[in-house]
């Protein structure tokens, strides 16, 4: 059964620091994983997406890596900001199914 | 057209109540998806359909009922809901249901059953 972890938990930045999120999933034979933003009581906003075939994309301030062999992808955001506070999903795809992380809460501190 | 869209936004329901969630989406998508979201949990998947037909269904009680009338609806049945059925009613669609396409999700119904 696939599970999908994501570390840490909860994670409280300064302004304008550099900072990673992590997610691993414990079956490799994924057909893509894709990193949300969900802002509290709303829906989810896909961030980024990766595809098992590639091991990057990047979107602005946003980087995420994927190393499918491992069952590891992480999530990179440059110079955060107070608007980035937000949980952060990380999801795999497997046929029909996409399974999530139980997220990350951000809180970018002014 | 990059949205999908989900009415009512908030819905508040005694147990006795019938109600319905309804989802739309003008992307062309053949993938519709049914998922809940209790406070401080991961959404987890309750249905899925795929060109209009009903694929996967999570062992969901019978009290929610998915409906799929087009390709661009879905809509999700309440009747007879418990306390317990409280939670975030999230929509999606993909291109399709087979791999690896992206999942666009709806903003939420926020349900509380009384």
């Known amino acids: 059964k696939q599970e999908v972890t994501q570390i840490p938990a909860a994670l409280s930045v300064p302004e304008g620091e550099n900072l990673v999120l992590n997610c691993s999933f414990t079956d490799s034979a994924i057909y893509n994983l894709q990193w949300f933003r969900q802002d509290p009581g709303k829906g989810l906003t896909s961030l980024l997406l990766?595809?098992?075939?590639?091991r990057e994309q990047t979107s602005g301030r946003l980087n995420a890596s994927l190393d499918k062999s491992s069952g590891r992808s992480t999530l990179y955001i440059a110079a955060s900001q107070p608007g980035d506070s937000a949980t952060y999903l990380c999801?795999?795809?497997?046929?029909?199914?996409?399974?999530f992380g139980a997220g990350t809460r951000l809180f970018v501190k002014a | 057209d990059t949205e999908v869209t989900q009415t009512p936004k908030h819905l508040v329901m005694g147990m006795t109540n019938k109600k319905s969630l309804k989802c739309e989406q003008h992307?062309?998508?053949?993938?519709m998806y049914w998922y809940k979201q209790k406070a401080k949990k991961p959404p987890e998947l309750m249905f899925v359909?795929?060109?209009?037909?009903?694929?996967i269904n999570e062992s969901v009680p019978s009290r929610f009922s998915p409906e799929c009338p087009n390709s661009s609806l879905l809509n999700l049945h309440l009747h007879a809901l418990q306390p317990e059925d409280s939670a975030l009613y999230l929509c999606?669609?993909?291109?399709?249901?087979?791999?690896?396409?992206?999942?666009?999700f709806g903003s939420g119904t926020q349900l509380s059953v009384l």
């Open positions: 992307m062309g998508h053949r993938a």
């Open positions: 999801a795999v795809r497997l046929g029909f199914k996409t399974i």
């Open positions: 999606a669609s993909s291109q399709d249901s087979g791999g690896g396409e992206k999942l666009f």
């Open positions: 359909y795929s060109y209009e037909k009903l694929s």
């Open positions: 990766i595809q098992s075939s590639q």
